[in-house]
């Protein structure tokens, strides 16, 4: 049997929890060589702690305002949606460097009654117009960051009508009642946090466009810092209008023309109409789950690359050094050699399935998976990409993924849980704004240079209709009975991967409590480096890890913004990124 399994959305009786269980089953047994009888036993009682079904209120988000708004709506009887809804507007405004309600979205829904699960694809879409040399001038490609400050870089918006396709289905309360915290907040003002003064007044080139520099500039021509109130009236209005309106309100009318508009704008207009923001449809998906320990793990299926993490975690039953623990020389330089081999194929193949056929059975197969493994401890330098079965001839990849992203997990009363990752993709998107918010910048998310130097092209390059390859991938945590364990994730660009990862590792495989898994230091290993957390690993980590060839230098990537929570003995053992600025609630 594979090691993993598509969940199908429509299924709306419990999920086949004979595909599951014998999965988990069939992975134990090739498993048990590196797993000791009580390292299993440990794991087999943890997992034993799901004696009642998990139920909210829970929310953990990156600001203290949306997680407030989120269960005040959890509070007057709202469902996992309508929280998340609530939850996203407040983001958008009070977090604006991370998401938006120009940008997109991906969410993993749980549904208690009938365990099954589905994957909403809110990833932005190019224009209609976009060919494979969108980023290009004069023959060659654009600088990265000409391209994002272009109007090129702006995708058709998915968060808001993917919320609306959600909340159709499973909410509870009016759509109009869920944007009140954020129309209050945007009307009469919020307090800047020293995280949001920090982006503000910092080098993001995206800060000092002409849009955010009205934005963020106060009447005596100072800018906003902490402790500050910034009020964003736009944004209220922007709000009110999607209330009364649905997404509609965000992909026809006056709000469309102002996003068509700002895209339109030089340098470098965009070619992003109000036809393509219309004409843009989110995606129901289903799952992709595979098991870990007496676990199992679900993502989102291809354009996002949640699978890679479940093929680093198969990987990781294969690898006994990475069952040392956190304390371990080995299971650190473990870790950081699978997930070289981990993006060196994510890199290679991941991009929309409707244009690429990405091999994700294939690298999940167990004799790929341990091939794979077995290099891991020989390796040195970048790791090559294998060929997994069903690989397509693809080219090389070029694409670069920087910061800008968040991610909230949802529980409400009846144990229906939400996992979102959102993203405007870099530090105030583009820095183009209209209705008093961000536009993205994902289609730089696309391979900017398109094809191989032999004519092969990328699985990510640049379509018309296409959506970019994404990094985000929230996470559903089940037991063997298709129980809902936990949900989790992290914003980071394509050092997402290696969050979640280490997440899932430290909670799960390690038995730590949340908050500890989070807050340990991050090591992200793609390539030929290995970028860390430096001054979180003791002397003795890091030597023991340099005499296994791995040697530690500062993390350039956005770090970590891990939000979410495991059900253990009853309760939420739930956390939030002491990195960011998030709390977790569960009253």
């Known amino acids: 049997m594979r090691a993993y399994s598509n969940l199908s959305s429509n299924r709306r009786r419990k999920i086949s929890l004979t595909l599951t269980t014998a999965a988990v089953g069939a992975f134990l047994l090739t498993g048990c060589a590196a797993t000791s009888v009580a390292e299993q036993t440990a794991t087999e009682s943890a997992a034993a702690t799901v004696q009642a079904p998990a139920r909210g209120p829970f929310v953990s988000a990156a600001n203290p305002l949306a997680v407030e708004a989120g269960m005040k709506v959890l509070a007057r009887g709202g469902s996992a949606v309508d929280a998340a809804v609530a939850i996203q507007a407040v983001l958008g405004l009070v977090e604006p460097q991370s998401s938006g309600l120009g940008g997109g979205a991906f969410m993993m829904f749980y549904d208690a009654e009938t365990a099954a699960l589905t994957v909403y694809d809110g990833r932005e879409t190019a224009p209609s117009s976009a060919t494979p040399e969108l980023f290009y001038e004069n023959g060659r490609p654009l600088p990265f960051v000409d391209a994002v400050l272009s109007g090129r870089s702006t995708g058709a918006p998915g968060a808001v009508p993917m919320l609306a396709l959600a909340q159709k289905q499973h909410g509870a309360l009016p759509w109009s009642e869920l944007f009140g915290d954020a129309e209050t907040l945007a009307q009469d003002g919020f307090v800047v946090s020293p995280r949001l003064a920090g982006m503000i007044n910092g080098n993001a080139p995206q800060a000092k466009t002409r849009w955010a520099t009205e934005y963020f500039t106060k009447p005596d021509g100072t800018r906003y810092v902490a402790g500050d109130v910034l009020k964003n009236p736009a944004y209220a209005e922007t709000v009110r209008t999607l209330a009364r309106e649905g997404a509609a309100g965000l992909q026809t009318g006056p709000l469309a023309e102002a996003i068509a508009a700002a895209v339109a704008e030089g340098p470098r207009p965009g070619a992003l109409t109000t036809a393509d923001i219309a004409a843009y449809r989110p995606l129901v998906r289903e799952a992709v789950c595979g098991p870990y320990k007496v676990y199992v793990v679900c993502v989102p299926p291809p354009p996002?690359?949640?699978?890679?993490?479940?093929?680093?975690?198969?990987?990781?039953?294969?690898?006994?050094?990475?069952?040392?623990?956190?304390?371990?020389?080995?299971?650190?330089?473990?870790?950081?050699?699978?997930?070289?081999?981990?993006?060196?194929?994510?890199?290679?193949?991941?991009?929309?399935?409707?244009?690429?056929?990405?091999?994700?059975?294939?690298?999940?197969?167990?004799?790929?998976?341990?091939?794979?493994?077995?290099?891991?401890?020989?390796?040195?330098?970048?790791?090559?990409?294998?060929?997994?079965?069903?690989?397509?001839?693809?080219?090389?990849?070029?694409?670069?993924?920087?910061?800008?992203?968040?991610?909230?997990?949802?529980?409400?009363?009846?144990?229906?849980?939400?996992?979102?990752?959102?993203?405007?993709?870099?530090?105030?998107?583009?820095?183009?704004?209209?209705?008093?918010?961000?536009?993205?910048?994902?289609?730089?998310?696309?391979?900017?240079?398109?094809?191989?130097?032999?004519?092969?092209?990328?699985?990510?390059?640049?379509?018309?209709?296409?959506?970019?390859?994404?990094?985000?991938?929230?996470?559903?945590?089940?037991?063997?009975?298709?129980?809902?364990?936990?949900?989790?994730?992290?914003?980071?660009g394509s050092s997402i991967l290696a969050y979640n990862a280490k997440a899932l590792i430290a909670a799960l495989g390690w038995g730590l409590p949340v908050q500890e898994a989070f807050d340990l230091p991050n090591i992200v290993a793609k390539g030929d480096g290995f970028g860390a957390d430096t001054e979180g690993f003791s002397e003795a980590i890091q030597a023991g890890m340099a005499e296994r060839g791995i040697v530690l230098r500062p993390n350039t990537s956005e770090n970590s913004g891990l939000h979410g929570a495991l059900w253990r003995n009853g309760r939420w053992d739930g956390g939030a990124d002491s990195r960011r600025e998030g709390v977790a609630r569960t009253q």
């Open 304 to 492: 996002s690359s949640g699978a890679s993490i479940l093929q680093l975690l198969a990987m990781g039953e294969q690898t006994p050094d990475l069952d040392q623990g956190a304390q371990s020389p080995a299971a650190w330089a473990a870790f950081a050699q699978l997930q070289r081999l981990m993006y060196a194929d994510r890199d290679r193949y991941f991009g929309d399935p409707a244009f690429v056929s990405v091999p994700v059975a294939g690298l999940m197969d167990p004799t790929y998976v341990a091939e794979r493994a077995a290099l891991a401890p020989a390796l040195r330098g970048a790791a090559p990409f294998g060929t997994p079965l069903g690989a397509p001839r693809v080219g090389a990849d070029a694409t670069r993924e920087p910061a800008g992203t968040s991610h909230f997990v949802v529980v409400d009363a009846k144990g229906d849980a939400v996992s979102m990752t959102t993203t405007v993709e870099s530090l105030f998107g583009s820095g183009r704004m209209a209705g008093g918010f961000f536009l993205n910048n994902q289609l730089t998310d696309f391979s900017l240079v398109p094809t191989a130097a032999d004519g092969t092209p990328a699985a990510n390059a640049v379509a018309a209709g296409k959506r970019p390859r994404s990094s985000m991938s929230p996470v559903i945590v089940l037991d063997r009975e298709g129980r809902l364990v936990g949900a989790l994730g992290s914003p980071g």
